[in-house]
Nanobody, 124 residues
Framework: QVQLVESGGGLVQAGGSLRLSCAAS????????MGWFRQAPGKEREFVAAISWSGGSTYYADSVKGRFTISRDNTKNTMYLQMNSLKPEDTAAYYCAADPNSLMTRVAGFYAYWGQGTQVTVSS
């Protein structure tokens, strides 16, 4: 069982930066693949980025590639999402998720554990 808590969301102007954190409880964090998803009002939840259990492999949605960076620190049981050059279309609730099989997948159904989300709002 893994419990996930996101933090770091907020209001930022277009072109600005934010860093999201996802703190995990439990001793199995370091063996899980992790991912970030987001959901804007009236839209389906969409994949943002994924990282392997070791942090050695990453995978991004085309819409954030080159602007967002996913990373993790297994000694702190924490995953991060550095978001630069933010755009109004990045406005959404951001969720972290854990995949016990570390599939590096963009499919939400493969992630067994989810956080409650943190809101990111980018003003134009």
């Amino acid at each position: 069982q893994v419990q996930l808590v996101e933090s770091g969301g907020g209001l930022v102007q277009a072109g600005g930066s934010l860093r999201l954190s996802c703190a995990a409880s439990g001793r199995t964090f370091s063996s899980y693949g992790m991912g970030w998803f987001r959901q804007a009002p009236g839209k389906e939840r969409e994949f943002v980025a994924a990282i392997s259990w070791s942090g050695g492999s990453t995978y991004y949605a085309d819409s954030v590639k080159g602007r967002f960076t996913i990373s993790r620190d297994n000694t702190k049981n924490t995953m991060y999402l550095q978001m630069n050059s933010l755009k109004p279309e990045d406005t959404a609730a951001y969720y972290c998720a854990a995949d016990p099989n570390s599939l590096m997948t963009r499919v939400a159904g493969f992630y067994a554990y989810w956080g409650q989300g943190t809101q990111v709002t980018v003003s134009s």
